[in-house]
């Protein structure tokens, strides 16, 4: 995949995936018995309510930490103006390639997920459900407001630690790649 994009275009995009995300949760999940969100394929396999609670999870993470690098440089005394291109960092967008699904929906690589983002067994499905949607219409106000800023010079940290960060074009290209890697395995969970 291309790692240079122009801004708008690219914006515009995940904003489609982030639609489609919350498309997906109303058609498959929001009127899902309990029973059905809560059931795991398998022992070792997660239910539809532990896919998105893993994500709500990052979501806690990720989201407010763009909130505030974005608030920042639109208040700050060195605002950030958008550029005409944003070229994604090496290592942000293997990250990226490497979370998404194939397109059969299956992981492209198989990970463990650390063990502080691992879903919890006892869940309140139509909180995790209803929480997920919310965590999406920030996301997707935080691209719109991404419009405004250089999506390469505003730096986030990642779960991995603050020692490690991605740009906020990659970052959210990341976080957006790990959520259709775990809706995948929530309709996969749900079947």
């Known amino acids: 995949m291309s790692r240079i994009f122009e801004p708008p275009v690219l914006l515009a995009t995940l904003q489609g995936q982030v639609d489609e995300l919350l498309q997906t949760v ?5 009127n899902a018995s309990d029973e059905a ?17 893993h994500l709500n999870a990052y979501s806690r993470f990720y989201v407010p ?19 005409p291109v944003f070229k994604s ?15 059969n929906g299956l992981p492209g690589m198989k990970m463990q ?15 995790t459900v209803h929480e997920f949607m ?10 719109d407001r991404a419009k405004l800023v250089n999506l390469e010079q505003i730096k986030i940290p990642t779960t991995l ?16 790649a790990h959520e259709q890697r775990h809706m995948a395995q929530a309709l996969r969970a749900k079947a």
């Open 161 to 176: 630690g603050s020692w490690l960060k991605f740009n906020l074009g990659d970052t959210f290209r990341f976080v957006i």
């Open 134 to 143: 919310e965590w999406q219409q920030q996301t997707k106000a935080l691209l």
């Open 65 to 83: 930490a763009m909130e505030k690098a974005i608030r920042g440089k639109l208040t700050g005394s060195l605002p950030s103006s958008p550029a």
């Open 26 to 30: 109303n058609t498959h999940f929001v």
């Open 37 to 53: 969100l809560l059931r795991q394929p398998a022992p070792d396999k997660w239910s539809v309510a532990q896919c998105l609670d």
């Open 113 to 127: 997920a650390p063990k502080a983002y691992r879903p919890l067994a006892d869940l309140d499905a139509r909180r």
């Open 89 to 103: 960092g090496w290592l942000g967008n293997y990250f990226t390639n490497m979370m998404k699904p194939k397109n």
